[in-house]
């Protein structure tokens, strides 16, 4: 456990927190004036590698050698100069703080971040985070890593989960839910929609597939995973029979059948080590996917997608009323997928860089 103090005089920021690996929506930003709740549970924190916020150096301004020392592999529209290296709690996890009413920057809801750190230590005023609330962003605090100091607390210091206890004690993420909007129209203030968090891993395992087809068609497995990833990877790999093969793997999954060049493959929630198999498909390509995803598509929850005519079997199972489902396609987030794409070194291949300058243009919005 940790507590994270003020480096400007040691007063206390936080509760005792434990260190999980980062949400891959972190960084999403989701639909036009929604809600979206907490990201972090409360007594977390997870660190963010990547620089997040302002100042900005757009492309034409960054040597592609400094760019490569980044990670960043592929041309972007511009990058964070902050320091990398934040920590991400819950709102509701900070402590010792005052909000800087002048750093509010350009949100119409709530806070943004757009102006840095609007947080400061209340015994000495030292800008220690940044607090993101407003519409369409994941709500959570954001503390400074030059401004804070992590220090070890006494506590119950209990080892990370092993797979075959989160295979059987993991909570799965539903691939729909109701997304709340801000007031302003008559009747319910939600709609059904896909999971932004579904959306946000798509387009994180979709970078990958595309690396892992080697330019080549790929089939996926049937169901809700082709649904997520199928149309996507016909549409933007060339046509024809398929000549790579993907499949669902993980603990307390059967071996995939030979001839699987792709393992789609949980992350530990916890360490954010992803699942490594063991026997003939140690050499596959993992596709990593939150391990809530992961536990919905090797073990969807039944129901019945239209109304039977007739009465209904006595053995059936029952689902009254039916649960609501999108009425569009399935599109990964396109940030996401792009964040993604660039930090991986096969992005420099002249077809991957065309598949993400088409997308930088528009001609791939159907797909995300």
């Not at 492309?59 to 041309?75: K, L």
């Not at 080892?159 to 909570?171: F, N, V």
């Not at 539903?174 to 129209?185: H, M, S, V």
């Not at 892992?212 to 995973?225: C, D, E, W």
């Amino acid at each position: 456990m940790f507590v994270f103090v003020c480096a400007g005089c040691g007063a206390g920021l936080t509760t005792s927190l434990s260190q999980v690996s980062l949400p891959v929506h972190a960084r999403q930003k989701y639909g036009n004036g929604t809600q979206l709740p907490v990201l972090m549970q409360a007594g977390t924190f997870a660190v963010d590698p990547d620089p997040w916020g302002g100042p900005w150096r757009m492309w034409d301004e960054i040597d592609p050698g400094e760019a490569e020392a980044r990670g960043i592999y592929a041309p972007v529209h511009a990058l964070s100069d902050s320091p990398p290296g934040a920590s991400v709690i819950a709102p509701g996890d900070i402590r010792g703080t005052r909000l800087i009413p002048e750093k509010r920057g350009g949100a119409c809801c709530g806070l943004d971040g757009a102006d840095g750190p609007n947080m400061a230590c209340q015994a000495c005023d030292l800008p220690v985070a940044t607090r993101v609330d407003d519409c369409s962003l994941w709500q959570a605090v954001r503390l400074s890593p030059d401004a804070v100091h992590r220090i070890p607390v006494d506590g119950i210091h209990a080892p990370p989960l092993s797979w075959a206890e989160l295979a059987e004690t993991g909570e799965k993420t539903p691939p729909f839910e109701p997304i709340a909007t801000w007031g302003g129209r008559p009747g319910p203030n939600h709609y059904w929609s896909w999971s932004p968090q579904w959306e946000a891993a798509a387009g994180q395992a979709l970078a990958h597939l595309l690396v892992a087809s080697q330019g080549q068609p790929v089939k996926v497995p049937g169901g809700l995973t082709a649904a997520v990833f199928q149309r996507a990877l016909d549409t933007l790999l060339p046509a024809g029979p398929p000549k790579r093969y993907a499949a669902l793997a993980g603990p307390g999954q059967p071996s995939p059948d030979t001839g699987v060049d792709i393992l789609l493959v949980p992350v530990h929630p916890q360490t954010g080590q992803t699942w490594t198999p063991a026997g003939p498909t140690a050499p596959a390509y993992r596709i990593p996917l939150p391990l809530g995803v992961w536990l919905w598509l090797v073990s969807p929850r039944p129901y019945l997608p239209v109304p039977a005519s007739g009465r209904i079997p006595q053995d059936a199972l029952r689902d009254d009323p039916l649960p609501p489902r999108p009425n569009y396609l399935f599109r990964a987030d396109r940030a996401t997928f792009q964040h993604t794409l660039v930090r991986l070194p096969a992005v420099r291949s002249p077809w991957l860089r065309t598949i993400l300058e088409n997308l930088t243009q528009g001609t791939s919005a159907d797909l995300f």
